[in-house]
């Protein structure tokens, strides 16, 4: 069982920052931050691969949001820059041992609680 544990949410400013975090009780999978707003379906974020090597973004955060993980601590990252009001949602990090590409939050199979971020306007 692995376990997951977001924090770094909170109250920006448009234009803002945050970085996220995710701490891990296991290695060696693929991890993905996914988010999902108020009346909308779960979006799919950002995903990296087990060695960090690889990355993959949405659309609609590219060039905005690097996603990295920390092996020695067992955490990844989501740097978000160049926040939008848009970009509210509760944010949820997951961890999947398929492999590394995949959008579909079907595909993930250990999820966190949350975090929130709230961006005004």
């Known amino acids: 069982q692995v376990q997951l544990v977001e924090s770094g949410g909170g109250l920006v400013q448009a234009g803002g920052s945050l970085r996220l975090s995710c701490a891990a009780s296991?290695?060696?999978?693929?991890m993905g931050w996914f988010r999902q707003a108020p009346g909308k379906e779960r979006e799919y974020v950002a995903t990296?691969?087990?060695?960090?090597?690889?990355?993959d973004y949405a659309d609609s955060v590219k060039g905005r949001f690097t996603i990295s993980r920390d092996a020695a601590k067992n955490t990844v990252y989501l740097e978000m820059n160049s926040l939008k009001p848009e970009d509210t949602a509760l944010y949820y990090c997951?961890?999947?041992?398929?492999?590394?590409?995949?959008?579909?939050?079907?595909?993930?199979?250990?999820w966190g609680q949350g975090t929130q971020v709230t961006v005004s306007s």
């Open positions: 296991g290695r060696g999978y693929t």
């Open positions: 990296i691969s087990s060695s960090g090597g690889n990355t």
């Open positions: 997951a961890a999947q041992y398929l492999g590394f590409g995949r959008r579909n939050s079907a595909a993930y199979t250990y």
